[in-house]
């Protein structure tokens, strides 16, 4: 499966985000219960995370999740 633009475009603004909170990849998926190599994936947009999943990382990150597709 081919990576859309929305999915660089989500993976760019979880890096971004994750970044602006002073966290690493490993917390982050500490946080969201989801393994550090999954959140390397979605912040390099070759994931195509569950709607689950975007909540989770929306909650660990303390954003709306829409904010992440923005």
């Known amino acids: 499966m081919a990576t859309t ?6 993976g760019k603004n979880v890096q971004h985000y994750r970044k602006e909170a002073g966290l690493t990849q490993e ?4 946080r969201t219960g989801l393994d550090r190599g999954y959140i390397s994936g ?3 947009g070759v994931r195509n995370p569950a709607i689950l999943n975007v ?3 929306a909650k660990a ?3 709306r999740p829409s904010s992440l597709f923005e």
């Open 61 to 63: 990150l303390k954003v």
């Open 5 to 10: 633009a929305l999915q660089k475009k989500f």
């Open 27 to 30: 917390q982050l998926g500490e």
């Open 55 to 57: 909540e989770k990382i």
């Open 42 to 44: 979605v912040e390099r």
